[in-house]
Nanobody
Framework: QVQLVESGGGLVQAGGSLRLSCVPS????????MAWYRQGPGKERELVAV???????DYVDHAKGRFTISRDNVKNTVYLQMNSLKPDDTAVYYC??????????????????WGQGTQVTVSS
């Protein structure tokens, strides 16, 4: 059974914006933190952004100032607002739970199963 569903990806020109959505099958409160990851062609999966239950956030360096992770507890949804997109942002984006809102610890504590992700393609 699919644990979560990502959506909102698409094709966008460099400098454009997208908002990704993630709906887990369970409650957001059952996870210490929620995170967005991405994996480009021929690349390993990378943690991009994380948000804890307290609202604390952290990001990979190249996303800081451009991406914003947020959560809507009523809708049980996690979002990733992506602005000023670059071709290097092209990847399949996944959401998942992790053990901490701190980037370094989140990257080592993936808790859930992986969904199918949503494709983000940024053209130059």
């Amino acid at each position: 059974q699919v644990q979560l569903v990502e959506s909102g990806g698409g094709l966008v020109q460099a400098g454009g914006s997208l908002r990704l959505s993630c709906v887990p099958s369970g409650s957001l409160f059952s996870r210490p933190a929620m995170a967005w990851y991405r994996q480009g062609p021929g690349k390993e999966r990378e943690l991009v952004a994380v948000i804890g239950t307290s609202g604390s956030t952290d990001y990979v360096d190249h996303a800081k100032g451009r991406f914003t992770i947020s959560r809507d507890n009523v809708k049980n949804t996690v979002y990733l607002q992506m602005n000023s997109l670059k071709p290097d942002d092209t990847a399949v984006y996944y959401c998942n739970s992790c053990g901490s809102s701190r980037y370094l610890f989140c990257s080592r504590t993936t808790l859930g199963s992986w969904g199918q992700g949503t494709q983000v393609t940024v053209s130059s």
